[in-house]
C-alpha cells in the first residue's frame, strides 16, 4: 500500500500515484489523496505505473474519485496501467468513464 | 486527541504518582520509612507486615503495584510474590522485591518467584520512586493493550457473526431456485468468507430460461445487503414476464439509487429460449461467458456495459447480444475469482488456460469435469482468494417447462366474470415500452387465471411480438436464415424500434363467463401493411422462424387471422379445477 499524490504549481492539477497492490487496504489514503486538497483539482491524474493488481475494491475506489471531481463533468484519467490492470478496467468498461492512457 | 493525552508521558507519570502500593515489610521503622517516601511521591499506600497479612491485603484492596521484602519471617518473601502474582491472574501487577544482598542465587528464586524486579535494601527514595513509576508505566501499557486485545476479540466474534448471517443469507435467500433446472451444473467453492458471488436462476411465464451470474464488491454483509435486492427483483421481474433487458434496467436503478458509488454488481445475466434455440445476453463486467459448441468452438459473450449499479439510470444501456445457438450446446460463465485464483507459485489460473480447457475436442459432457480437476491441480493447499463460481448451462429443449406452471395456489381463480380491457400503444410508447407484463397483470386481477398464466403469456406474447416485428417494424423474417442470421435481425429489430416515428398496436381482452370457466378472446391489431396468412401452414414454418403462430394455433380453441393479416384473433377457453371452485 503505497499511494502518493502531488499538485501541479498551479494546483490544476492533482497526479495520484498507485503502487503495488491496489486493494481495499489502500481505501483510506486513496481518499486521503485527493479529499485533503483545500480546493478540488480541474484534473485528476490516477497513475497506476506501479500498480501490481487491481481488485473490484479499487475500481469502486476510483468511482468515488470520479463522483467528488464532478461525476459526468469530472476529468479524471488513468494512466500507465500495465496489461493485468488494463483488462480488469477493461472488461468493466471503464473507458466509458475516465480517460484511459 | 483525549486518548492521545492519556497515553504521553505526563499522563502516565501522573497515573504513576496516584498508584496504590501494597507494602509487605517486617520491619517497622522500614515498612514507616517507604511509606512516607511512597506518599510523598504521591501513591496510596497499604501496609502490611507479614506474607498472611500482605496476601490478604492485596486480596482486599487489588493495588497497582506491590513492594515485598524478600526476608519475611514466617511465609518467605519469596512464597508471598509467587501466591499473589497467581491471584493476579490475568491482570498484570507489577511486584518488586527489596533485599539486604540481592545475590545471583537470590535474584533467581525472585524471577522464578514471578518478581518483576528486585531493589537492594534500604533503597533510596528516587530508587524506589523511580522503579514504582517505571513499572506502573509497564503495567499501564499492559492494561491497555488487553483492553484493545478484548475489543478485537469482540470485533471478530462480531465479524464472524456477520459473515455466517451473510452466508445464510446468500444460502436460503438469493440461491434459493437456482437448483431447480437440470440443465445447470455449478462450481460453487465459496471462499471461507462471503465475498459476493451470486447465481440466481428461474423459467418465465413462457418457458425462458433466466439466468445470473454476478459478483458483488465488498464482501460480508456489504455484499449479501446488495444482493438480496437484486435477487427479489430478478424473481419477480422474471415472474412478470419481463424480459433480462427491463431486469438489468430495473437492477441497475435500484442499486444506483440505494448504495454509494463504490458498490456495484458485476454481471452476466441471459434469456434462453430453448426451443428457439436463442439467448440474449447482458454483460456488464464479467468476464467474457463462452457458448461452446460440440466440435468446442468458442464464442465469447464479452462484457459490453458497466457493471450494474455504476451508470445512472438514464444512461444505462440494456443492450443485449443475441446468439443462436443449438442443443447440443453449453454455456460457461464464471467469475474473476477462477481465472484469479493463484497456485503455489503466485500465478493465476488465467482466462487462456480457462479457454484452453473449454475448447479442447472431446466429449462435451465431461468439459466440466475437467476443468474442475485443472483448477484443484492448479489450487493444491493454496488459499482461496475469493469466491469461485462457474456455471455450465447446457441447451435442451426438453428441460424447459413447457407451459406448465409450477406452484400455483388454490384461488388463484375467480368465479368467471363478464370484462373487457383494451390497451394502445403509438409509436412513441412502443419505443418505450412493454405492454405484456401490464396486460398479464391486468389477467391476474381481472380473473385469475394463475394456473392458465403461462400458455396466456406465450400467446400474448407471440402476437404481440408478430404486430411488432411483421405489422409495425416490417421486418423480413428471411434475416433469420443463415449462420448469424438470428443476430441480424435482432440488430435489425432493435435499430428499427429505436428510429420509430409511426405506427400503432391495439390489444383487446374480451372475457364470457360459461358453466364452468370461460372463454377469453385475445386480439392483437397493428396498422402496417399486413401478412400472407398461407405463412401459418405448419409446412412454411421454417426451422428458424414461423414457429410462433403454429404454436398458439396449438393452445388456442380456435385462432384467426382477420383483415389482411393485419388483426389476429386468438380464443382460449378455460375450466374451473376443483380446486378453483372451492375457493371460488
Redesign the interface.
Known sequence: MNITSESSPNGDKLTIRVAGPFDFKCHADFRRAYESKATPSRQIVVDLGDAEYID??A???L??L??HSGG?NASVTITNARPAVAK?L?????H??FALS | MSSQAHVSGAGLDAGARSARVLVVVADAAERERTRVLLEQFGCKVALAESGEAGVAAFERKRPDCVLIDAHLPEESGLAACARIKQLAGESFIPILMVAADPSGELLVRCAQAGADECLRAPAPAEVLQANVRAWRQIGELHDRLMRQHEELLAYRAAAREEQRTAKALMHHVIRRESYCAANLRMLESPAENYHGDIVLSAWGPAGRQHVLVG?F??HGLQAALGALPAADIFYSMTRSGFGVADIVRELNRRLHSLF?????L?ACAMEIDHVAGTIGAWN????PAFVRDENGGLRPIE?????LG???PRDFDDGLQFLRVQRTDRVYVYS?GLTEQLNSRGEAFEEERLRAILGGRGDAALVFERLEMALSAHRREQAQGDDITLLELRIDPSVAPRFVSVAQSAGATRAPLRWSFEVRLDAAALRELDPRPLLLRALHELQGLDSHRDALHMILSELYNNALDHGVLKCDSSLKNGPDGFEAFQRERQRRLENLERGSIWVRLDHEPEADGGVLQIRVRDDGSGFDPALLTPAAASATHGRGLALVRAFCDSFDIADGGRMACAVYRWRQSEADQRAA
Open positions: 473490484s475494491s475500481l469502486g475506489m468511482l468515488l470520479r463522483e459526468a480488469i477493461r472488461v468493466a468498461n471503464f466509458q468513464l | 459478483d464488491t465488498g454509494p458509488r463504490n458498490v456495484f458485476c456488464g463486467g464479467l468476464p462484457s459490453q456495459h458497466l457493471p455504476v451508470p445512472a474473476d
